[in-house]
C-alpha cells in the first residue's frame, strides 16, 4: 500500500508546475522515496487506506494534492502571490481547520524534542516554526499545515487519531519518523547519526 501511495504521489509531483521552472527534487526520486516511505512506515494501517483513497479521488477529480500541498503553503512563504491562487484551492471548513491546528501545535511541540535531543541533526533539517518561514524557506509547520490541509475529513480525523494515541503511549511521532529516515540512509540509529553528522562539523 505504502508503494501505491509513492507511486501516486510521484505522479503528481511530476506534474507541480513552480514558478521558477521544474525544481531539482522532482528528478530525485531516490529522496523523495525514501522521505516518503519513512513517514508513510509510521502510519496505522487505517489511515494508509484513507489517505490511499484520497489520492484516488483527487485524481479522478482531476486535482493534483501535491500541487495543492504546496500552494497552500504559500499563504505564509508568500502571500501575495497565495491570494492569486486561493480561490482554485479547495475550501477548508473551520471544523478542519481548528483540527490542523490541533495536530500541528502537537507536532511543533515533538520537533521541538527532537531539537534538543539532536541539534546536529535538526541543524541540517527544516526550521521547525512557521515564524521562521521565507519565500524560498519553508518550515516543518508550514510544510506540516500544508499536507494536512489536503487530506480528506476523514484521513484527518484518522491523523489526529494516530497521534493522540502516541501522545497517550510517550510516542514522538517526529522521531519515529526522523530514525526511520536516518536508518534508510545507513545509519544504525539516531543517535549513531548524530554523532556522525557531528563529526563532519
Not at 484521513?155 to 510516542?171: D, F, I
Not at 540512509?185 to 553528522?197: F, N, R, T, V
Amino acid at each position: 500500500m505504502i508503494e501505491e501511495i509513492i507511486e501516486r504521489e510521484w505522479e503528481f509531483f511530476q506534474k507541480v508546475q513552480n514558478i521558477g521552472g521544474r525544481a531539482s527534487c522532482q528528478d530525485d526520486f531516490d529522496t523523495f522515496y525514501l522521505q516518503r516511505k519513512s513517514q508513510f512506515e509510521v502510519f496505522s494501517n487505517e489511515l494508509l487506506q484513507s489517505y490511499l483513497l484520497d489520492l484516488k479521488e483527487a485524481k479522478n477529480q482531476g486535482r493534483n494534492m501535491i500541487m495543492e500541498k504546496y500552494a497552500y503553503m504559500m499563504e505564509s512563504t508568500d502571500p501575495t502571490y497565495f491570494l492569486q491562487i486561493q480561490n482554485q484551492l479547495p475550501v477548508i471548513d473551520s471544523s478542519q481547520r481548528e483540527l490542523i491546528d490541533f495536530i500541528c501545535q502537537i507536532e511543533v511541540s515533538m520537533r521541538e524534542e527532537f531539537n534538543q535531543k539532536y541539534p546536529c541533526l535538526a541543524y541540517n533539517a527544516r526550521e521547525t516554526h512557521t515564524y521562521e518561514d521565507q519565500k524560498d524557506e519553508t518550515s516543518f509547520e508550514t510544510y506540516l499545515r500544508g499536507e494536512l490541509m489536503t487530506y480528506s475529513s476523514q484521513t484527518l480525523y484518522l491523523y489526529g487519531q494516530m497521534l493522540v494515541e502516541k501522545m497517550k503511549n510517550n510516542q514522538n511521532l517526529i522521531i519515529e519518523i526522523m530514525e526511520k529516515t536516518v536508518i534508510s540512509y545507513g545509519y544504525a540509529s539516531l543517535e549513531e547519526a548524530e554523532i556522525k553528522i557531528k563529526e563532519k562539523e
